[in-house]
């Protein structure tokens, strides 16, 4: 990793050490436009049959979607994220969180790049980054 990730990247580790209720480090913002298609990761890499969500907030650390189906805390998933301007094809990511919420589950997430160092890519992280720019541009 570069020298100039070591900040991002100590952020990320503080947040990861404390407790589940404190782990959000960043404000999410509304992002229901964006399309987004989950599927969790089988053996080998390979994605398990997709299903579309709908987004409801997210940053560059993670994303909430509202999915038809319950899927288990700690499950692998890719994410598709598409929206205007965006597509994000394979964007990894892990799920803490799965509670009923309206007319499904609600499914918090947190991206896999940011979980530890050897998964850091700036490429994804740029990615992200821009659009949780657009959001928050959209919210503020």
Do not use: H
């Not at 404190?22 to 229901?32: L, M, S, V, Y």
């Not at 301007?85 to 589950?105: D, H, K, L, M, S």
């Not at 991206?111 to 919210?139: P, W």
């Amino acid at each position: 990793m570069a020298s100039g990730n070591n900040k991002d990247k100590k952020t990320v580790d503080a947040a990861m050490a404390s407790k589940p209720s404190d782990r959000r480090i960043k404000e999410r913002f509304p992002a229901t436009c964006l399309n987004v298609q989950l599927s969790e990761r089988g053996f080998f890499g390979r994605g398990k049959n997709p299903v579309s969500v709908n987004c409801l907030d997210m940053n560059r650390y993670g994303m909430a979607v509202q999915c038809p189906r319950p899927v288990e805390p700690g499950a692998r998933l890719y994410l598709q994220i598409r929206g205007k301007y965006i597509n994000e094809p394979r964007v990894a990511a892990r799920v803490v969180r799965c509670q009923p919420w309206r007319t499904g589950f609600r499914v918090s997430v947190q991206f896999s790049y940011c979980l530890d160092q050897k998964r850091y890519s700036r490429a994804v992280d740029n990615a992200l980054s821009r659009i949780e720019g657009f959001y928050s541009r959209l919210a503020g």
